[in-house]
């Protein structure tokens, strides 16, 4: 009996207090990839929709020179 009580002490506690950490550091690192990933796809999508606004502004600005050039 001794042996178990020995054996649960020194090995299988140990063991699985380790094997909880190691779930609860992967629980938390899943966490934080999901935040990074979430405000990854918002940058990109604030830069695609910034680029798409000076994509139209640049559209228009050389629509007027060409109307311009135009009447000229």
Not at 24 to 39: N, Y
Not at 45 to 51: A, G, K, L
Request: aromatic residues 6%; proline residues 1%; hydrophobic residues 40%.
């Amino acid at each position: 009996m001794d042996a178990v009580d020995t054996l649960m002490r020194y090995v299988v506690v140990p063991l699985g207090a380790f094997v909880w950490l190691m779930y609860q550091r992967q629980q938390d690192h899943t966490t934080q990839i999901a935040v990074l990933r979430t405000e990854t796809d918002m940058a990109r999508q604030s830069h695609d929709r910034e680029i798409a606004d000076i994509k139209d502004k640049l559209d228009r600005i050389l629509e007027k020179l060409d109307d311009k050039a135009d009447k000229s």
